[in-house]
């Protein structure tokens, strides 16, 4: 029995990838967007707030990534009737708002996105172009 394990992470070409194809995806619709990216566990690893994004967006867009990330599924999926509690069980941390994705690669969980500043469809528009830009399984 050994004492660690293989873990996949993301680079940072990847990051700057994602966040490049996430402004890209947002200035092509013509909505400023706050993207958020977090490894497995829900820490930043790349953030991006565009000129002209609201900028109480940036909490919701973490929320989202951290979301994703935390039950493995889009943010859309955490249970309506757990939403409130779970919210302010986590200070916010968690949500069922569209626009948090998991980052998965070859089936492994790497990460989470997060996108705010648009409506839903929006939001999770720019999330999907980020994880096409690295070639991530699809949602």
């Known amino acids: 029995m050994g004492f660690t394990e293989e873990a996949r992470v993301l680079n940072d070409a990847a ?3 994602m966040l490049d194809a996430g402004c890209a995806m947002a200035q092509e619709m013509g909505q400023p967007q706050c993207l958020v990216i977090v490894d497995a566990s829900g820490v930043d690893l790349g953030v991006m707030r565009m ?3 609201k900028f109480l967006a940036m909490r919701s867009a973490r929320a989202k990534a951290q ?3 935390s039950t493995r599924a889009p943010s859309t ?3 309506e009737g757990v939403r409130v509690a779970v919210a302010l069980a986590t ?3 968690l949500t069922g708002l569209a626009g948090g ?3 998965r690669m070859e089936g492994v969980l ?3 996105i997060g996108v705010g500043s648009g409506s839903g469809a929006q939001d999770i528009e720019v999330a999907e172009a980020m994880l096409a830009a690295i070639g991530a399984d699809k949602v």
């Open 91 to 93: 200070d916010g941390a």
């Open 51 to 53: 000129h002209g994004a």
């Open 15 to 17: 990051i700057l990838t």
């Open 110 to 112: 790497v990460g989470g």
């Open 101 to 103: 994705l998991p980052i």
């Open 77 to 79: 999926n955490l249970p």
């Open 67 to 69: 979301t994703a990330a």
